[in-house]
C-alpha cells in the first residue's frame, strides 16, 4: 500500500500510475474536491479556467485521455498560433521559427546579430541566474523585450531571482540542448511540428475529475492528513499516517511508502515529526519556499484576436504579466485571461476584485485597442523556483518518504504526468527492494 498526502494533479496522475501497475494506493485530500490548482467553472457558456489554462496533446497526455475515456471530450487548438510579446508600445510576434527571427520587428539588426553570437558563448555556470545566464547568451534587448518576460511569465517570477541550476539547468539537459541553445535548435529546423494545445469540453478540470472517478473509494475527502509530529510515524513496516476524517475522529493507516503530494507548507508540517537525521533541516527548507500569487481575472471582448496570447515586455509600466487568447484556442468566444501580480507584484493579489477587475480591463485595452469586462476574478498559487530552492533536494528525505508536487518538479500538466510515472517506477523498485 502507497499512501498519497494530496488529490491535486500530481497525486492523481500518480495514483493512477500506481494502481495501473498493480499496486494499492490511498489518497488523502484536505478539501472536498480534487484537481488542485486545476479548475474549471462554467459561466453563461464559457469555461473559465482558473488555473493552467491548457496543455499540450503529447503522446503521454493522449495515452493518459484514453485511460481515463475522456476521447471524445478532447478539443484541439490551432498548432501554428503566434505567441505575442507587448513590447515598446506595441503587440509584437515572437519568432518562432528561423525565417520569422530574420523578418521580426521585435528585435533591431543589432540584437538580432547579438542572438546570434550566442552561439559562442559558454554553457550555464554555477550558482548563475536564470536572468543572468539569458542575457549572457542573448544580449540585454532580446532578455527585456520577450526571454526574461516569457520565462518569467511560467513562473510569475523575476529570472534574475532563479538559479538555473534550480530549474532551467534540468530542462535543458532533457531537451538534449548543450552549450547553444541557438545551434541545437536550428539543427531541428524541419523535424517536424510542435504537438497541438488541448482542453476539453468542459475544461481541464474534467480530467481530474475522471481520475477520481477511476480511483474510486481509495480516495478520502475532506480528510486532511495531521500537521504534526503524529501526522506521519515511522514504525518497523514501513509509515503510519494520521488523518482527519471529518468528525471528531482520526483514522490511522498502515502503509508501505509515503508520497507527498501538497504545496511545500503542508509538506513541511507533515515531516516535522519525522524523527531522522537525513531530514534535519529539510522541513525548513520545505518551509521556507516561497509561491508566488497571482490575480486571474476573466474578462469578455469583441476583439477577434489570434494567438496564444502576450506576454508584456520588461520596462512597459503594466500591472499584467500577461493574457491567455481563449478564444481563439479553443473557440471560447470573446474570452481572454489576464494574470497579475507574482513576484513583480504581490500586494496587488490583495486588492479587491473591483480594483483587479479595472486594472486588467484598462491594460487589456491600453495594449489592444479593445474594451473588454470582468466576468471573474480568482487567485491562485505557483512555486517561484526562486532563491529559496537553492538548498533543496528530493534526497535528503528518510526511506520510504517521496516528494510528487509542483515544487518537485518541472512546471505544466504535462511536467506533472512525467514525475508521476518517473516516481512509480522508482516506488515499485523501492518496494520490491524493500521486500
Known amino acids: 500500500m502507497i499512501g498519497i498526502v494530496g488529490g491535486g494533479v500530481s497525486g492523481l496522475f500518480l495514483g493512477h500510475e500506481l494502481v495501473r501497475s498493480g499496486m494499492d494506493v490511498t489518497i488523502w485530500e484536505a478539501t472536498g474536491r480534487l484537481g488542485g490548482v486545476v479548475s474549471s467553472e462554467d459561466c453563461g457558456g464559457l469555461v473559465l479556467e482558473r488555473g493552467p489554462q491548457r496543455m499540450r496533446l503529447t503522446s ?65 555556470k554555477r550558482d548563475e541566474t536564470v536572468g543572468s545566464f539569458l542575457r549572457r547568451k542573448f544580449g540585454v534587448v532580446a532578455y527585456e523585450s520577450f526571454l526574461g518576460p516569457l520565462y518569467g511569465g511560467l513562473y510569475g517570477s523575476d529570472p534574475d531571482r532563479m538559479l538555473v541550476k534550480s530549474v532551467l539547468a534540468e530542462r535543458l539537459k532533457e531537451a538534449g540542448i548543450g552549450r ?14 510542435d504537438v497541438p494545445p488541448c482542453s476539453f469540453k468542459k475544461g481541464l478540470g474534467a480530467l481530474p475529475d475522471a481520475l477520481g472517478r477511476k ?31 471529518g468528525t471528531d475522529s482520526l483514522t490511522r493507516t498502515n502503509v508501505e511508502a509515503v508520497v507527498l503530494a501538497c504545496p511545500a ?27 508566488n500569487e497571482l490575480a486571474v481575472c476573466h474578462m469578455k471582448s469583441e476583439a477577434n484576436l489570434q494567438g496564444l496570447g502576450y506576454q508584456v515586455g520588461f520596462g512597459e509600466g503594466l500591472e499584467t504579466r500577461g493574457v491567455t487568447f481563449n478564444h481563439s484556442l479553443f473557440g471560447r468566444d470573446g474570452l481572454y485571461t489576464a494574470f497579475l501580480g507574482g513576484m513583480k507584484n504581490p500586494s496587488l493579489v490583495g486588492l479587491p476584485d473591483e480594483t483587479i477587475a479595472s486594472i486588467a480591463t484598462s491594460e487589456f485595452q491600453q495594449v489592444t485597442g479593445f474594451k473588454a469586462f470582468s466576468l471573474e476574478v ?52 523501492y518496494l520490491l527492494r524493500s521486500h
Not at 509538506?267 to 531530514?279: E, Q, T
Open 60 to 124: 503521454q497526455v493522449k495515452k493518459l485521455i484514453e485511460e481515463v475515456g475522456l476521447q471524445e471530450e478532447v478539443i484541439l487548438g490551432p498548432n501554428h498560433l503566434p505567441l505575442l510579446v507587448y513590447s515598446r508600445g506595441k503587440l509584437r510576434k515572437v519568432p518562432l521559427t528561423l525565417n520569422q527571427f530574420f523578418t521580426t520587428d521585435l528585435l533591431p539588426l543589432p540584437s538580432k546579430l547579438r542572438v546570434l553570437a550566442e552561439i559562442l558563448t559558454a554553457g550555464t
Open 180 to 193: 547553444s541553445i541557438v545551434w541545437d535548435l536550428w539543427g531541428r529546423i524541419g523535424r517536424g511540428s
Open 215 to 245: 480511483l474510486g473509494n481509495r480516495i478520502r475527502l475532506e480528510s486532511p492528513v495531521i500537521f504534526a509530529q503524529q501526522g506521519l510515524r515511522g514504525y518497523d513496516s514501513g509509515w503510519c499516517v494520521v488523518a482527519e476524517d
Open 265 to 291: 507548507e503542508q509538506a513541511a508540517k507533515i515531516i516535522r515529526g519525522v524523527r531522522n537525521i537525513r531530514v534535519a533541516g529539510t522541513e525548513t527548507l520545505m518551509r521556507d519556499l516561497n509561491y
Open 378 to 429: 480568482s487567485r491562485t498559487k505557483i512555486p517561484a523556483w526562486d532563491l529559496s530552492w537553492k538548498g533543496y533536494r528530493k534526497d535528503q528525505l528518510p526511506e520510504g518518504l517521496f516528494v510528487c508536487s509542483n515544487f518537485s518538479g518541472r512546471p505544466g500538466l504535462q511536467g506533472r504526468i512525467q514525475e508521476a510515472q518517473a516516481l512509480s517506477k522508482k516506488l515499485r523498485d
